[in-house]
C-alpha cells in the first residue's frame, strides 16, 4: 500500500537520527504501551539531533502516530519509510505542494488525507517535512 | 479482502501461454478502469476536504472540531452548527460521514484509559485506531478474542457498523463491548452496559453515529494469545460441501471464491503451537496480477472464462500454503495496497452457500466485468439491535470492485439476491436499501427509532445518508 514511489536506495542510507527515532518509534508502536506522552518525549529527546525538518507539536505527533505512522514506520506496507530518504527522492521532485495535493487526494495506495481526518493544511505540510526529512518553511509560512 | 496468491508463479504461467496484460487492449468482458482516483482536485491553501479511503464520498464540512478530551467533545458538540457527523479512519464506504456543516474528527481522542486484569476487561477512547488496539491490549496482556481482517479503522467506527472478522463462535466487534460512554445531540455524557441504561446499550453498540458520539469503549478481553494462520488454494465446490466441518475444526475460517474459476483461497486460524513458523508471503498485490490475467484473456469468444480458470489451475492449484504466526493482532489483519469499493450482506448462516453459488452463477452467466474474489465469512448472533448479526447466526458475503472501475453494473445485479436470501447490509458500506426495506430486518428496529428521536430529538446527526436509512426524508 502507499506505493508513492518504490524504495531506491539501501537501507544504509539512513540517517543516524532517523534510524534512532524509527527504532525508538517501532518499540513505541509494538513493544510498549503507547501512550502520546511517550511519544511526545521520544521527540523531545530525539528531535534537537536533527537539523533536518521542523519539530511537530505533540497535537501533530499523535496525528502522526495514529495515521501516517502505520504504513510510513512499516516497511511491510511498501510505502515510503521515515528516514529513509531515498523513498522520497520522486515525491519530493514533485515539489511540496505537489506532495501535499497527494496526501489530501490520495495516490496510488496512499489513501485520501491518509487517513488524518484531524488534519489541517499546517499539519499536513509539517508531518510531511517530518516524514520527508525536510527543512521547515521559512519564518511565517505554513 | 487479503487473499495470498503465489503471484511470481501465477504471472510466469500465464506469460508461459502467452497471454499477458497486453491482449486486453481488445474489447470484451475485461475490467476497464476509468474513474478517477480521487472524487475532486485538491488545490493548496484551499480549505481541507474531506474523503473516505475508498474515495467515493466527499465533503466540505463549514466547521470543523478535532477533541482531545470529554470535555472538549461536549464543548464541541454544545457548540456545533447544523447537521453533525463524526468520523474515525474513514474507512467506510458508505455516506455515513459527509455534511457540510459540522465534522467532528476523533483522531486525537485515542488511547487507553484504563484496564482490569481479573475481569479481563479495558477501556479506550473512541478514536483509537485497531492498528492501536492491538499493542495496547498486548502491554496489559490483554487481547481482543477477534478482529476484522483489516486493522485500519477507529474503534467507534468499528462499533457502529458492526464491523466483523469471521469464526463461527466469535461475535462482530460491538459483541466485545460491555460499556461505553456517548455525548447526545445535546452535549449529554450518558454511560451505558447491560445493567445500567441497557437499552441504549443494546442500541449503541451499533448506531451508525445516530444516537451521539461515543468517547469512550469498554472492551470484553481475553488473556494475549499467538494464532497461526494457514491459506491455501483448494476447490470450491469442495470447500462449501464440507463448510460446517471446516468451521468447526478452526477457530477462524473463511474463503474468497475466484469468480470464473472453480477455485478458492481458503484462510484457517487456529491458536499457535509450539513450532509453527511462517512461511510464504502474503501478497497484497494478488488482486492487480488477478485483474491483469483475467483481463487478457476473458476477452476470447467461447474460450476465454475456461481458458482463464484453466490458467489459474496452473498458476495456483498447487502452491504451497502461505502460513502466518504471530500475536493475534498481527495475524488477523492484513495489509491493504488496492483501492476498492465493497458491498457486503450478511445472510442467515444455513442461507450462505447457496447464495454464493448463486452470485457467483449470475457473474457467469451475465458476464460481469469483476475478476476481484469474493469474500466469504462466518459471524456468530448477537443481541445488538441494529447488528447484522441480531438474533441469528450469520454469513457475510462481501463483493469488491476496483476503487477506478465504476462498481454499480456489478452491484446492481447481485445484490437483490442478496434480498432473496434476507440478506442485512453492512451498515459501513455499499448497498441501496432505505428505512422501508430496512426496518422488516430488525425485530428492534422500532425501538431504535424510539431511542434516537428521545436523545436526539432535532435530527442533529442526520445528514442525507441516516435520513435516508431512517425514513426521515
Request: proline share 7%; net charge negative.
Amino acid at each position: 500500500m502507499h506505493r508513492m514511489n518504490q524504495r531506491t536506495t539501501p537501507a544504509s542510507s539512513d540517517s543516524t537520527f532517523h534510524s534512532i527515532l524509527r527504532s525508538a518509534v517501532g518499540r513505541l508502536r509494538h513493544k510498549v504501551r503507547p501512550v502520546v506522552g511517550w511519544w511526545v518525549l521520544a521527540l523531545t529527546v530525539l528531535w534537537p539531533l536533527s537539523a533536518a525538518a521542523q519539530p511537530p507539536d505533540a497535537r501533530q505527533m499523535t496525528l502522526l502516530r495514529n495515521n501516517c505512522a502505520q504504513c510510513h514506520i512499516n516497511p511491510a506496507t511498501g510505502a515510503p519509510q521515515l528516514g529513509q530518504a531515498g523513498d522520497w527522492q520522486e515525491a519530493l521532485a514533485r515539489g511540496e505542494d505537489a506532495l501535499l495535493r497527494s496526501v489530501v487526494e490520495g495516490r496510488g495506495g496512499m489513501p485520501p488525507l491518509g487517513y488524518c481526518s484531524a488534519c489541517s493544511q499546517a499539519d499536513f505540510r509539517v508531518l510531511i517535512r517530518v516524514l520527508t526529512q525536510q527543512p521547515s518553511a521559512p519564518e511565517g509560512e505554513t | 479482502m487479503s487473499p495470498q496468491f503465489g503471484r511470481r508463479d501465477f504471472v510466469r504461467g500465464a506469460m508461459a501461454l502467452g497471454v499477458s496484460g497486453a491482449l486486453g487492449a481488445l474489447m470484451g468482458c475485461r475490467i476497464e478502469g476509468n474513474e478517477p482516483q480521487s472524487p475532486l482536485i485538491y488545490r493548496p491553501d484551499q480549505p481541507v476536504p474531506w474523503i473516505n479511503w475508498a474515495g467515493n464520498q466527499f465533503c466540505r464540512p463549514g466547521h470543523r472540531f478535532s477533541p482531545a478530551t470529554l470535555d472538549e467533545l461536549v464543548g464541541a458538540l454544545q457548540s456545533a452548527p447544523g447537521v453533525v457527523r463524526a468520523v474515525g479512519a474513514g474507512h467506510s464506504f458508505s455516506a455515513l460521514v459527509p455534511t457540510d456543516d459540522t465534522l467532528i474528527a476523533t483522531d486525537l481522542l485515542s488511547g487507553l484509559v484504563n484496564h482490569d486484569a481479573e475481569r479481563q476487561q479495558a477501556t479506550l477512547l473512541a478514536g483509537t485506531r485497531l492498528h492501536d488496539v492491538g499493542p495496547l491490549l498486548a502491554g496489559v496482556g490483554q487481547a481482543l478474542p477477534n478482529m476484522p481482517d483489516m486493522d485500519y479503522p477507529a474503534l467507534a467506527g468499528s462499533i457502529a457498523t458492526s464491523v466483523h472478522g469471521t469464526g463461527t463462535a466469535f461475535g462482530s466487534m460491538s459483541s466485545y463491548v460491555s460499556g461505553l460512554t456517548l455525548v447526545s445531540a445535546g452535549g449529554e455524557v450518558l454511560s451505558c452496559d447491560a445493567t445500567h441504561n441497557s437499552e441504549l446499550f443494546q442500541a449503541a453498540r451499533t448506531s451508525v453515529g445516530a444516537l451521539g458520539i461515543v468517547a469512550d469503549i469498554t472492551l470484553q478481553n481475553q488473556p494475549a494469545f499467538q494464532l497461526t494462520e494457514e491459506s491455501r488454494v483448494e476447490v470450491l465446490e469442495e470447500v462449501l460441501e464440507d463448510i460446517d466441518q471446516r468451521c468447526t475444526a478452526h477457530r477462524h475460517f473463511e474463503c474468497f471464491a475466484v469468480p470464473y474459476s472453480t477455485l478458492c483461497v481458503t484462510v484457517a486460524t487456529d491458536l499457535a503451537q509450539p513450532g509453527d513458523v511462517s512461511s510464504g508471503a502474503d501478497d497484497p498485490e494478488a488482486v492487480n496480477t488477478l485483474r491483469s490475467l483475467f483481463n487478457g484473456v476473458s476477452w476470447l469468444p467461447l474460450v476465454g472464462e475456461s481458458l482463464y480458470d484453466r490458467l489459474l489451475q496452473l498458476a495456483m492449484r498447487d502452491e504451497p500454503p502461505v502460513v502466518r504466526t504471530g500475536p493475534s493482532y498481527q495475524v488477523l489483519p492484513h495489509v491493504r495496497q488496492t483501492r476498492f469499493r465493497e458491498m457486503e450482506y450478511t445472510v442467515p448462516a444455513e442461507s450462505g452457500p447457496a447464495c454464493l453459488r448463486e452470485i457467483l452463477a449470475a457473474i457467469k452467466d451475465q458476464r460481469l466485468p469483476l475478476s476481484f474474489p469474493i469474500e466469504y465469512r462466518y459471524v456468530k448472533a448477537d443481541d445488538t439491535w441494529l447488528s447484522m448479526f441480531e438474533g441469528r447466526d450469520g454469513c457475510s458475503i462481501s463483493v469488491h470492485q476496483y476503487g477506478d472501475v465504476d462498481y454499480r453494473p456489478v452491484f446492481d445485479v447481485i445484490e437483490p439476491i442478496f434480498w432473496q436470501y434476507e440478506g442485512r447490509p453492512h451498515w459501513g458500506k455499499i448497498h441501496t436499501l432505505t428505512a422501508r426495506q430496512l426496518a422488516p430486518l430488525y425485530p428492534h428496529w422500532q425501538d431504535f427509532q424510539a431511542l434516537r428521536r428521545e436523545l436526539d430529538p432535532r435530527g442533529r446527526f442526520m445528514n442525507a445518508h441516516l435520513k435516508s436509512l431512517f425514513g426521515e426524508v
